[in-house]
């Protein structure tokens, strides 16, 4: 007899004593499947309920055909489900943030995260990146959020912290947008590190 799975999709490991799916190495997803599947994740954690490809289609500027094509390749890919009728539209599923390598942090939502002075509910800061920090001159910092970045602009005044952990402050001016990982790039013009409960100087 040969491989019954020979074939069969991607391969996928069962972690013993959680039911969690781990997807291999062998999906290999596009920058712009990438993006999609984001955006989807985000509506999807906003709404609640299935999103529209026509949604997705405005969040990550596409023509609605080319969301659908996407999602019949990220639906093979077991990645997206279809939910039919008038209320219907598409739904990640518990692989799509594996394969993004999105984990739920239980801290996350304790990261105040300010946009020009506004404190912004639900933009759960996941990860801070410090880059060039040899040069603090041209110290920036790299800020992978959950939840939709698609309304920050470049200049805009960005704040983030206190980390529940360090206590860092970070504050700084949005120097560009990284869709594919969902994050933002920013100079950083004030850095503290243990921080109090001070308010931002923005």
Not at 103 to 129: T, Y
Request: glycine share 8%; charged share 25%; aromatic share 4%.
């Amino acid at each position: 007899m040969g491989d019954p799975f020979k074939g069969a999709g991607p391969t996928v490991a069962f972690k013993s004593k959680t039911t969690k799916v781990l997807f291999m190495s062998s999906i290999e997803l596009t920058p712009s499947q990438k993006t999609i599947l984001q955006e989807l994740i985000n509506l999807f954690r906003e709404s609640e309920t299935a999103v529209k490809g026509e949604d997705i289609a405005k969040r990550v500027d596409r023509n609605p055909g080319t969301i659908r094509n996407q999602m019949q390749s990220l639906k093979a890919l077991q990645l997206v489900e279809g939910v039919p009728g008038p209320k219907g539209g598409y739904k990640p599923t518990a692989s799509a943030y594996d394969a993004l390598k999105i984990q739920e942090m239980e801290q996350a939502a304790d990261v105040p995260f300010r946009h020009k002075g506004e404190l912004i509910k639900g933009a759960n800061v996941q990860e801070i990146d410090l880059t060039s920090v040899h040069h603090p001159e041209l110290c920036r910092a790299e800020i992978k959020l959950q939840g939709s970045i698609s309304e920050f602009k470049e200049g805009d005044i960005i704040s983030v912290g206190p980390t529940p952990l360090s206590k860092l402050l970070i504050e700084g001016e949005l120097d560009g947008k990284d869709d594919t990982n969902n994050s933002l790039i920013l100079t950083i013009d004030k850095m503290v590190a243990p921080a109090g409960d001070e308010e931002p100087l923005h």
